[in-house]
């Protein structure tokens, strides 16, 4: 009795090749990290721009230290609230073409607070099956009723919507940049029918931000849709290479949210030093178009390499999944790219649905041609292209899609 469970999961989770473990990186976040000693190329970091070990960021993080010291010492509401938060809050509400933002120490947090205030019982929240484990969790813990439709079906989404007359509030939230399948969501449409049953949007812009749009400002800059989303929520940890999260939209929402979200009023203010760093990231890519134009290269490059083997796999974004099959077989076939001094981690169920375990592959602009031919010949040398043990149905396509090639 007692907590004997926990061996027991322990013993299930390794029975099955769910058991998740840490790998511990020895050396700044760049295409080449140091893992035991050993250099391995890094296909997995959501560092879109290679901005997590830039010497501008570290210069401006350093200068914030010297400026206002590290820590914060209470919330925001309470004494936490510093220049550099008032500054970064400003800027990113420029940079997504919005009245205000608000920050939050993680994107998970944002997405958990924003939702949580937004919609509670009475209300319904309609989200996109593969939304995010943090848009899941604020939609559950809201207290709201909870509807999912399959993914990017906006018919779907559009018949929930119809029989939601009786709810008091409607909410409807996708990721822009789905971050598991790296396929986007159509939110040209999804807006519209939202509008149409008068919810609110919201839109998960995680990974778009500072990969979409010409100036790199996110799914809404890249659809022409400012000023139709009511909650733009968004991450510095991805392209930006730093760390916090944010929602983005009008004064009253900000207003609201500031006195009503959670995961806002009971936590302590991010450092700083850490907001100056988020800030210098934004204005990098203002002002150096090259770090975007060096990413969407690596990702067309990376396309045309692969459809050489499989025209069947596809490339929206940096996130490339190569679907296996088995949680098993996708273990199998990352080790042996860490055995050839390759770093993707199989992603296994619960964050994939079961039979849908993978390799995530995602790049960097700090990614050579090289890098990445180096990858497609390791994943032929290990049998990637000729794989006979992929179980689930897309990889059962992929190989007859494969065969007809
Ligand atoms: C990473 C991610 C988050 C969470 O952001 P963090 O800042 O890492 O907590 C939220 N939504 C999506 C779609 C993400 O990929």
Redesign the pocket.
């Known amino acids: 009795m007692g907590i004997e469970f926990i061996l027991d999961e322990l013993h299930t989770l390794k029975d099955r090749t769910l058991l998740r473990e840490c790998k511990t990186i020895e050396s700044p976040q760049d295409p080449y990290i140091q893992i035991n000693g050993k250099s391995y190329l890094s296909f997995c970091s959501?560092n879109y721009l290679g901005l997590a070990n830039h010497l501008k960021i570290k210069q401006a993080a350093i200068a914030a230290i010297h400026q206002y010291g590290w820590g914060t010492g209470a919330s925001r509401l309470v004494s936490g609230n510093m220049t550099p938060h008032q500054e970064l809050e400003k800027k990113i509400a420029e940079f997504k073409g919005t009245r205000d933002a608000l920050l939050f120490p993680?994107?998970?947090?944002a997405?958990l607070g924003a939702l949580c205030a937004l919609v509670s019982k009475g209300d319904i929240v309609v989200g996109d099956k593969l939304n995010?484990a943090?848009?899941i969790d604020g939609c559950r813990q809201s207290g709201a009723t909870f509807r999912v439709y399959p993914h990017n079906n906006v018919s779907q989404l559009e018949s929930l919507l119809q029989r939601s007359s009786m709810y008091r509030r409607k909410l409807v939230v996708t990721?822009s940049?789905f971050?598991m399948d790296g396929d986007t969501a159509p939110l040209p449409e999804i807006v519209r029918i939202a509008r149409k049953y008068d919810a609110i949007i919201m839109v998960?812009d995680?990974?778009a931000t500072g990969v979409f749009g010409k100036q790199g400002k996110g799914m809404i800059e890249h659809y022409g849709l400012e000023g139709k989303v009511d909650v733009i929520?968004g991450?510095?940890?991805?392209a930006i290479g730093s760390?916090?999260?944010f929602i983005a939209g009008s004064k009253d929402i900000i207003d609201f949210l500031k006195n009503k979200a959670r995961t806002f009023i009971y936590t302590t203010a991010l450092p700083p030093a850490v907001c100056a760093a988020s800030l210098a990231g934004l204005t990098l890519i203002q002002e150096d178009a090259s770090l975007l134009d060096k990413l969407w290269e690596n990702i067309r490059y990376l396309k045309s390499q692969l459809s050489k083997f499989r025209n069947t796999i596809a490339v929206e974004s940096p996130i490339v999944p190569l679907i296996v099959g088995s949680a098993e077989d996708a273990v199998n076939l990352s080790t042996k790219l860490y055995e050839n001094g390759i770093l993707i981690p199989a992603i296994r169920p619960p964050t994939v649905s079961p039979g849908t375990s993978r390799l995530r592959i995602s790049l960097m602009a700090t990614h050579t041609e090289g890098d990445i031919n180096r990858l497609i010949d390791t994943l032929k040398d290990i049998g990637f292209f000729t794989y006979e043990n992929a179980r689930d149905s897309s990889a059962a396509k992929l190989q007859s899609d494969e065969k007809k090639h």
Do not use: E, L
């Not at 993680?106 to 947090?109: D, K, L, P, R, S």
């Not at 991450?235 to 991805?238: A, E, I, M, R």
């Open positions: 959501n993680t994107g998970y947090m997405n995010h943090s848009i990721d940049v971050s998960d995680a990974h929520m991450s510095f940890s991805k760390i916090g999260g």
